[in-house]
């Protein structure tokens, strides 16, 4: 409930149109469940009170942040380097309570890359690490066209 209040203020979406917006995007088990909880209340003038509150009778509380911290804590790199960025970085920004720290994003980035690109992006040739995300990505991208490149003249494609 929380990243849809987020989501509808920086949306700009007016407090009063919260619900019936929100009732537009359940999905599953919510939007099957829902006309039966909202029995006899208008939507399009129910209050975010209301409709945070029959979801969270019927449904409880959904923490989202475990599930997430144990995706990313599973994740590994399928595809290309720039898919797995996006994986990681989409899974990363649902991680608000206690988001990683710019140390934490690398080490973890690091170790979920295929094995031959985790030992080519440990060290830069000029002997430094990557400072932030997005500078190891930028290096892990170079070095996975390196590989291919390498791969594709030794006649390993």
């Not at 099957?32 to 409709?51: E, I, K, Y």
């Not at 991680?95 to 830069?124: Q, W, Y």
Request: proline letters at 4%; aromatic letters at 8%; a positive charge.
């Amino acid at each position: 409930m929380s990243a849809l209040r987020v989501f509808f203020t920086l949306s700009m979406v007016p407090v009063q149109y919260w619900a019936a917006t929100a009732v537009q995007m359940l999905t599953d088990q919510a939007a099957a469940h829902f006309p039966n909880l909202a029995r006899g209340l208008d939507v399009l003038t129910m209050s975010w009170r209301t409709f945070s509150n029959l979801l969270t009778q019927a449904h409880g509380r959904n923490d989202r942040e475990p599930l997430v911290r144990s995706k990313l804590d599973s994740l590994k790199q399928e595809g290309s380097v720039q898919t797995h960025a996006r994986v990681f970085r989409e899974t990363v920004a649902w991680i608000t309570r206690m988001p990683l720290s710019e140390g934490d994003k690398l080490h973890r980035f690091k170790a979920n890359l295929a094995p031959k690109l985790k030992d080519r992006c440990s060290v830069k040739p000029d002997g430094t690490e990557c400072d932030n995300l997005d500078e190891l990505i930028s290096f892990a991208v170079r070095q996975e066209i390196n590989l291919q490149v390498s791969a594709s003249t030794s006649g390993e494609v």
